[in-house]
């Protein structure tokens, strides 16, 4: 555990059993806050009270002051997340190949992050460049950062659609629910936080180009821009593809002139152009080649035996345990589906700019569904790729119905919708999760004494030399966060290696060629230990594979045996 960590608990348990209390006033206040300037906005903008001064209406209807109020919403109630140990092995994964690659930046020569690319793991390095260690602490303020950052974008996209007064209501389900969650698979550093980042930005910026009055006045750089921000999704997290893919296609099609429409898909290409550069220039072809595109693709047909039809029945039960996201993934697509009902049978008053935003938001939740389902693996983090398709397409479809000529958007009917809506999306849920407390908070005494260094890492520590590097054989790459230790091999578990598949040689090679070509290697064999999440068995020990029983009887000498995880040392 860091000594800021330890700073950050010891503060915490100074208020001992009101540290629960203080954050759930602290919510009550903040979602009280974007309640009143939402609520507020109507009365104090009204042509009646324009001309007259006031500091409460200059900040009630500030958008820099909203824009403020949401990003600490969501950076102050995610504070105790910062506390909690390790949230996933993907997370400590991602943080030990930082480390790695700040030492040696050749991803996928130093470092494979397997489902996910570059640029979920180099954003991490932005801790050094603040003086910083690279750790589970300064993962959590990223990806704090950037939910902070995507809600602060879909509400600008929303103000693109729609008057500023609906659009503070139609962000507010996201900025609750993003904000009180406190679940590991949802606040830990993962692999969805970055293209989701990258997904609502070109989300916005296509918007502009929905838009007729907007689309006329789209620059080049803008549209370069969308190219670029596209073309960087496969490069975060091939699953997230289709998602980029979606907005891209319906983006290319609204695009007015072909020579938009060049500059449109040369930006899109660029990332991958300079990506092939650097594959050729350090030799990594055919290592990106099997370990990202071909492992990926296996992973995305294969990972589950269930068929498609049968991953479509699982994922309503998936997607509605998690009590935290349960209530916004079933009041939005209640939402969604009943104003989509109403859109339909009128769809002939729709007018050209709202069945644009309506063909887009749709291919983007398409999108982000196909992407979830097609590994059939409902990892609890997947779902975070759909919270903000849904929010998008429900803003977008309440959008279309309050501008239709429908008895439903008349004017005297709106505050009653926007109080129901207010009610039954945002209060009702939060107010539930409030309740509940922050898991955070929980049992922070037990949590001090779990964080300290595992006795393996406090071994690894003893052993060490200045040109140490690690190798675990199992799945506990948490030895790398907790020994500050680079990756002796790209990969921080072995879980290709251990498994059959069709690229099981290719990795097993990788491994066995990158230690043999290293002079000072501490090798772990942690299968059968209490520390591997995986491989807990006599079988998956690395003698039962002979050319990792080779290496280690040739090149390593055994130190010592704990909890079941053996360690080994260059000889």
């Known amino acids: 555990m860091t000594p800021r960590i330890e700073l950050l608990i010891d503060c915490f348990l100074r208020f001992e059993n009101q540290a629960q209390m203080l954050w759930q006033a602290g919510a009550i206040v903040c979602i009280a806050a974007l309640c009143c300037c939402t609520l507020a906005l109507p009365v104090v903008a009204a042509p009646a009270t324009l001309g007259r001064p006031g500091r409460v209406r200059n900040l009630l209807t500030s958008e820099i002051v ?55 793991v180099f954003p991490l390095l932005s801790a050094k460049l603040f003086g910083n260690a690279i750790d589970y602490l300064s993962a959590r303020c990223l990806s704090n950062v950037l939910w902070a950052a995507i809600a602060c974008i879909t509400y600008q996209t929303f103000r693109l659609i729609s008057p500023t007064a609906i659009a503070r209501l139609l962000v507010l389900p996201l900025v609750a629910t993003v904000a009180l969650f406190s679940n590991c698979d949802y606040v830990g550093y993962n692999g969805e936080h970055m293209p989701v980042f990258l997904l609502s930005t070109a989300f916005f910026l296509a918007t502009k180009l929905m838009m007729s009055e907007m689309n006329r006045n789209l620059h080049s750089a803008q549209l370069l821009l969308l190219g670029v921000t596209l073309g960087c999704i496969p490069f975060a997290k091939l699953q997230a593809a289709p998602m980029g893919m979606a907005i891209g296609l319906v983006a290319l099609v609204a695009t007015p002139a072909w020579r938009g429409r060049a500059v449109l898909v040369a930006g899109a290409a660029a990332p991958t152009a300079l990506v092939y550069c650097y594959l050729a220039a350090f030799g ?60 339909l049978s009128a769809a002939r008053s729709v007018d050209r700019d709202g069945r644009r935003m309506l063909l887009l938001s749709g291919a983007y939740l398409f999108g982000s569904f196909y992407g979830v389902l097609q590994s059939g693996m409902f990892h609890g983090h997947y779902f975070l790729l759909l919270l903000h398709p849904l929010i998008m397409a429900t803003g977008t479809g309440i959008t ?3 501008s ?67 190798a675990v054989w199992g799945w506990a790459p948490h030895y790398f966060v907790q020994t500050r230790l680079k990756q002796a091999v790209p990969d921080a578990h072995t879980l290709y290696e251990i498994t059959e598949g069709p690229y099981q040689a290719y990795y097993t090679n990788r491994f066995v060629n990158d230690i043999a070509a290293k002079k000072s290697v501490i090798f772990v064999d942690a299968t059968k230990s209490i520390d591997s999440k995986y491989f807990n068995d006599e079988r998956y020990r690395h003698e039962n594979y002979p050319a990792v029983a080779e290496l ?15 360690i080994y040392v260059s000889k």
Request: with cysteine; hydrophobic share 50%.
């Open 404 to 470: 239709m000529k429908s008895p439903m958007a008349e004017p005297r009917l709106r505050p009653v919708w926007g109080a129901l809506f207010l009610i039954t999306m945002v209060l009702g849920p939060a107010s539930r999760v409030i309740t509940n407390g922050n898991a955070g908070l929980v049992g922070l005494n037990v949590r001090k004494e779990i964080m300290h260094a595992s006795p393996v890492a406090s071994l690894i520590q003893q052993i060490r030399t200045e040109e140490s590097s690690l």
């Open 284 to 343: 990594l072809l055919e290592d990106f080649w099997y370990s990202y595109i071909l492992s990926n693709l296996n992973y995305a047909t294969n990972a589950s035996p269930a068929t498609p039809w049968k991953r479509i029945v699982r994922l309503p039960f998936f997607l509605f345990d998690l009590e935290e996201s349960r209530y916004f993934f079933l009041t939005q697509m209640s939402v969604l589906v009943g104003f989509l009902a109403i859109i």
């Open 66 to 120: 909203f824009c403020s109020l949401i990003g600490f919403t969501v950076l102050f109630l995610r504070i105790p997340c910062l506390i909690l140990y390790q949230c996933n092995v993907d997370e400590a994964e991602w943080i030990s190949g930082a480390i790695t690659l700040w030492e040696d930046p050749r991803f996928w020569g130093s470092v494979d992050a397997h489902t996910s690319g570059p640029l979920v």
């Open 552 to 566: 280690v009887r040739t090149r390593f000498r055994f130190v010592a045996e704990y909890d079941g995880s053996r």
């Open 400 to 402: 279309v119905l309050a």
